[in-house]
C-alpha cells in the first residue's frame, strides 16, 4: 500500500554528486514511489553558492545554511554529498540528533570517523549507510555487508581509484610519461584540480579501511592503511612489467592473514600478470576481486566515479534507508565483533620485483645473490644486461615479508657494486 505522506528529503551538496541525485529523484519520482511504497520529496538543498543557476532545482529550495535544514525536524533522510571532514561530520551527528538518517558518498570522512559516526547512528536508532563511498556505482559494500554475511572473507584485491587507472592505464598502451598522462586525466574530468588525493594513494586507502573494516568485521582506520601512491612509476618500470609478463596497477589489498589471527590492509602500485582480470580493467575504470571461503572469486566491475554512476549508488541507499524507515526498522550497522589486529606491513609476504644498477665484474653477482640469501628472501628468477662495466641486474624474488625485503635492500644499497636500486615494485595477483 501506498502511503501518501512523503518522506523528505534533505540534499547536503549540489555538486557533480548531489545534481545528479536530485534529477534521478525527479525524473524517477513514480518508479521510486512504488519501490519505496511513499514518495520522496526533495525538502531543501544545501550548497555553498546560493545563486548559481542549477537545472532541474527549484531555487526556494536551495539554502546555506546546512545546519538549520538538518535541524528542521521534519527531515527524513539526510543526503550528504558536500565531501571533507568538516562541516559533513557535524552536519550527519546532527542530523541523527534532529531524527534523521544519512546517506553519504563521503569516503574520508567514514575512513575516519565510521566507527563514532555508526555509534551515533546506533545512539538515535537511525541508518547509516555509504555504498557511493567505494567504487562509485560497483555494488560493494552492500555485498559484503549483507550478501556475504554467512561466509568468510579472506581478501579484497581492487582498484579502487578510476584517476590513477586511468594514468596507468594511458603510461601502459599509448607509451605516455607520468605527468602527460595526468595533463590527459585532468582534461577529460577524472582527475581534480589538485590530484594530490588519488595519485598520492590517499583516496584508495580510505575506500581500503573501509572495505578491509566490513571484509573482516574489525576497526580499521585510516592510519592503519600503509599508502604509497603512483607518481614515481615509470616508462621502465612499464618496459620490466611486460618482459615478465605483467602490467601495472594501483591496487588496494586488504588481507586476512594465513592463520586468520591478523589483517592487513595497503595501497601501492604493483606488477600483476596481464591474464590477471584486473589488469583489464582499462581507463577509469573500477574493478574489485573478493575472495572468499565459501564463494570462493568473486569480481566486480564497473564505473568507480562520476555524476551518474556514483548517484546510482546515492539513490540504491535512500531506498533501502526509506524502506527501513516505513518498516520501522535500521538496517545493519557496524560489525567489528572480530576485533582482529592490524598488522604493519612489515609482515605482508608478497614477492617482489627489484631493479638494480650495478658494477659488471665477477663476484658481483654473487655478492647480490648472499645480501639476498641473508635476509631470508629466496631469489626465483635474475636477469642482467649491460655494457662497459655496468650492468642492469632484474631480480624477482619468491615470497617474502616487506621487512626481510626492506632489511635486503638496506643491505644493497651499501654495496660499493651497487650503483643504485633503480626501483622495487611488489608483483601481486599471481
Ligand atoms: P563537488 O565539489 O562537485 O560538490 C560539492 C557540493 O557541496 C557543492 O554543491 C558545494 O556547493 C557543496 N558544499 C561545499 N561546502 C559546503 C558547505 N559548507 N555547506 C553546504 N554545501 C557545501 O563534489 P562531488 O559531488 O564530486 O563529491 C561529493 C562527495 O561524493 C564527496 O564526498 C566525494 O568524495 C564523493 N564521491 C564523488 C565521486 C565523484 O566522481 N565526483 C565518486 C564517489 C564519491 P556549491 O555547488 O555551491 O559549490
Ligand atoms: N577521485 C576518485 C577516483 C573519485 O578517481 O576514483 C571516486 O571516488
Redesign the pocket.
Known sequence: MMRTRPLKVAL???????SEVARIMTTHATDLAARIGAPVELAGV?????D?VREGIDPALVT?D?TALVKRGDIDVVVE????IE?ARTLITTAFAHGASVV??????IAQDGAALHAAADEHGRDLYYE??VA?AIPLIRPLRESLAGDKVNRVLGIVNGTTNFILDAMDTTGAGYQEALDEATALGYAEADPTADVEGFDAAAKAAILAGIAFHTRVRLDDVHREGMTEVTAADFASARQMGCTIKLLAICERAADGASVTARVHPAMIPLSHPLANVREAYNAVFVESEAAGQLMFYGP????SP?ASAVLGDLVAVCRNRLGGATGPGESAYAALPVSPMGEVVTRYHISLDVADKPGVLAQVATVFAEHGVSIDTVRQSGKDGEASLVVVTHRASDAALGGTVEALRKLDTVRGVASIMRVEGE
Open positions: 547536503l551538496g549540489c555538486g557533480v554528486v548531489g544545501a550548497v555553498r553558492r546560493p548559481k546555506t546546512a554529498v558536500i565531501g571533507g562541516p553519504s558518498a563521503n569516503k574520508a570522512l557511493a563511498a562509485g568507480g566515479a562520476g555524476g556514483t
